[in-house]
């Protein structure tokens, strides 16, 4: 899997393609929108990393020009802005989907392999880690055989922790995913739902599952402190 | 009417004025009536007197008195005259005396005689009588028949008469003037004070969201044209300096992303690559816990930005806040709960308005948030929203702290907290409000706070109400 990452800021880029060799993409990094151009117009790529703000040619640009010789490529815009409007800008040029800095890498590789439809989603109805159990149809938790009693944003938390173990999830990523950008800021909302969400399922059990990376957000996992922010 | 106003003043002065003025013409007018009538009787009666003077001294010495007297009626007619004529001879014998005359102005037997030395020379003197004052000219004349004291005057009523009418005219018709003179001038100068008017309204209407606005420039040619203009150009100077401060607000909360995504993902990076527990990674989570709280400054900023610059209309619809407060209310109850608060929703009345539902949601999650934050274990937060008096009502009050009043005027600034260090341990960044406010003003809303030291705060928004929104509230 070849991607190309179209980005002005040299350590922007590279960190980004640290992340994503990490997960075993092939990377390519370009500078400007021109240097872009050249690379897309060389090289075949699977999925393209696309900044909007760039010198020589403007993302937009760029967009359009691949829109017109590869209608196909998916791409992923990276926008320092994120009004509405401009967010159908850009679906409008032609994005498959948009990014706002700052942005969690987290999220960023959830959104590249869902454009890649690398790990196709699977909807499991029922989601297991370690003796805990959360089954999508019925909405049921059971730890241990035990059946857990969640309200219905505890059993989301709780649902959206389980569909990616190990991985770490921001708070704003899982503000975003279970609120709405509404209570961005808020007190804690989140940390208020998860302390009451391990009162539940994990309190009374003697493994913890839930685990707090700190400045980071919360990851499920089975053992082991540390969950890995940005890989699997 | 407003008695300090410019216009009342301005005629009140002018009334009085014109009112000394209008009296001293009456009485200039009435005094020199007075004094023209007086000579010109003068003037008639010397000339009379001296005809008579003149049979006296045609007389023989041996002159009968009925004789002159006979000359005298005739030549002088005194009674068709209105005019009083008595001759005496010295020393004191009458010689003759008019009778009444033809007007009755004066009864000739109630003039006095003249008892005293008579006058060397010819006197005119008012002499008061039983009938009213009267005019008096005595001439002493020496004649070969004897010496004698020709007096001749006539009533002064008449005059004192026509004085007196002059005077009432003017005491009716002066005020009527003033008055119609003052009305008229009243209106003038609120004519000429209008384009004020006007430009004070139009002032009134500008704020911070619309410095594209210009006052009416009264085009008069003189200080109202001037100053009109000149507050105009101080509008574009402050227009300018505003969007300059937006721009940079803008550029710089837009330049901070990039830096912000690669602390992040670096940090988050080498946290990764860290065993749990280890110090370095303490430190590492430290600083990211920072950069959180710097995005969300950054995200705050951009937020408080885009509603300066008059954040689109586009996505706006109606909005049923009574719902909207319900909902969100239900989403902020555990975090209500953990800090031991009772949210209380009971007075949600469907109360519609226009605008944009995720920002209206953010004003409700940021006051919640904020009563919450500053309210104690055990305390109370509510919400309520009503229909009041045309407008939409969202009211957020806690039984909290409270706000002292010297800070009142001051919590919807930008970075503004009224207890630095408690506030910063919870997280806020001093935007909550302003944000707040930004985004009540975006949609037309006003917000105001009371608030009571020990036992609350309450949070008010008054929202416009489109016309036939409120119509439909009313007929259910």
Redo the contacts between chains.
């Keep these: 899997m070849r991607l190309l990452i179209v980005e002005d ?1 040299p ?2 880029a590279d ?2 393609a ?2 994503l060799r990490a997960e075993r993409f092939a990377v390519d990094i370009a500078g400007d929108g021109l240097e872009g151009r050249r690379y897309l117009d060389t090289y075949q790529y699977d999925l393209l990393i696309l900044d909007l703000m760039l010198p020589q040619l403007s993302g937009s640009e760029l967009l359009r020009h691949v829109r017109r010789t590869r209608a196909t490529l998916p791409v992923l815009v990276l926008t ?6 401009d967010k159908v800008e850009h679906f409008e040029a032609g994005a498959d989907d948009y990014l ?6 987290a999220e960023l590789l959830v959104r590249v392999k869902a454009l890649m439809r690398r790990t196709p989603v699977e909807r499991t109805d029922i989601l297991r880690i370690a003796d805990l159990e959360l089954n999508r149809l019925t909405q049921q938790v059971r730890r241990g055989g035990k059946r857990i009693e969640l ?1 219905a ?1 505890e059993f989301a938390v709780l649902e959206y922790l389980m569909s990616s173990v190990d991985r ?1 999830f921001s ?2 990523m899982i503000l975003e995913h279970v ?11 989140v940390d ?2 998860v ?2 969400l391990r009162r539940k399922i994990d309190e009374p059990f003697p493994v913890q599952l839930i685990h707090t ?4 957000g919360y990851c499920i996992r089975e053992a ?3 969950c ?4 699997e | 009417m407003n008695h300090r106003s410019l216009a009342f003043r301005l005629t009140v002065w002018y009334a009085l004025l014109l009112s000394a003025t209008f009296a001293l013409v009456a009485a200039g007018l009435s005094y020199g009536l007075e004094q023209y009538l007086r000579s010109t009787l003068r003037d008639s009666l010397r000339r009379r007197s001296v005809q008579v003077q003149q049979i006296l001294a045609q007389a023989p010495a041996a002159v009968v008195d009925s004789a002159l007297a006979e000359a005298i009626e005739t030549r002088v007619a005194p009674e068709f005259n209105n005019r009083f004529v008595r001759v005496t001879r010295a020393p004191a014998s009458l010689v003759y005396r008019a009778g009444a005359p033809a007007d009755r102005s004066f009864d000739p037997a109630l003039v006095p005689l003249q008892t005293d030395a008579w006058p060397a020379a010819v006197a005119v003197r008012p002499i008061p009588t039983a009938a009213g004052p009267m005019m008096i000219s005595m001439t002493p004349v020496e004649a070969a028949s004897g010496k004698y004291l020709i007096e001749l005057g006539t009533a002064l009523g008449p005059i004192e008469a026509l004085q007196h009418r002059l005077l009432r005219l003017l005491a009716v018709m002066l005020p009527v003037l003033v008055v119609c003179a003052a009305g008229g001038g009243y209106l003038l100068v609120q004519r000429a004070l209008q384009p004020v008017e006007r430009m004070a309204q139009t002032a009134e209407r500008i704020s911070v969201l619309n410095l594209e606005e210009r006052l009416p420039v009264a085009a008069t040619g003189d200080a109202l044209q001037r100053l009109s203009t000149s507050l105009n150009h101080m509008l574009s100077r402050l227009r300018d300096s505003v969007s300059i401060s937006r721009r940079f607000l803008a550029d710089a909360s ?1 330049e901070l ?2 830096p ?3 602390i ?6 080498a ?2 690559r ?4 280890s110090e370095l ?2 430190r ?6 920072e ?2 709280r710097l ?2 400054l ?3 900023l ?1 937020v408080l930005s ?1 509603l300066d610059a008059g ?2 209309r ?2 706006w619809a109606d909005v049923n806040l009574g719902e909207l407060a319900a909902g ?1 209310i239900e ?2 109850r ?2 209500a709960d ?1 800090r031991g608060v009772q949210l209380q929703a009971s007075a949600l009345a469907p109360v519609t308005v226009r605008g944009d539902a ?1 920002r209206l ?2 004003v409700i ?2 006051l919640l ?1 904020n009563a ?2 500053f309210t104690p274990r055990g305390g109370v937060v509510g919400v309520t929203t009503r229909q009041h008096e045309g407008f939409g009502l969202l009211e957020v009050f806690d039984s909290g702290i409270g706000i002292p009043p010297e800070s009142l005027p001051r919590v919807f600034d930008r970075f503004y907290r009224v207890d630095a260090a408690r506030s910063r341990d ?2 806020g ?1 001093g935007l ?1 409000l302003s944000i707040v406010r930004s985004i009540c003003s975006a949609h037309g809303a006003e917000i105001e706070v009371e608030s009571t030291p020990g036992s609350g705060s309450r949070f008010r928004v008054r929202f416009p109400q489109p016309a036939e929104v409120a119509v439909g509230a009313n007929a259910t």
């Design positions: 800021d350590k922007l960190f980004v640290r992340g320092a802005r994120d009004a509405t409007e706002t800095k700052p942005f969690d890498f309200t944003k770490v708070r704003t609120w709405d950008q509404s209570f961005e800021g808020v007190t804690n909302i208020v739902y302390r009451y990376v700190r400045g980071v082991g402190p540390v890995d922010p940005g890989q | 837009h992303r990039t912000l995504t690669i992040k993902g670096e940090l988050q990076e946290m990764a860290e065993p749990g527990g990674g303490e590492i989570g430290s600083v990211l816990e950069v959180a995005e969300y950054v995200s705050g951009l885009r954040d689109a586009r996505e969100t989403h902020m555990l975090v953990d995720r949601k953010q999650v940021n948030d919450i934050k919870d997280g960044a909550g």
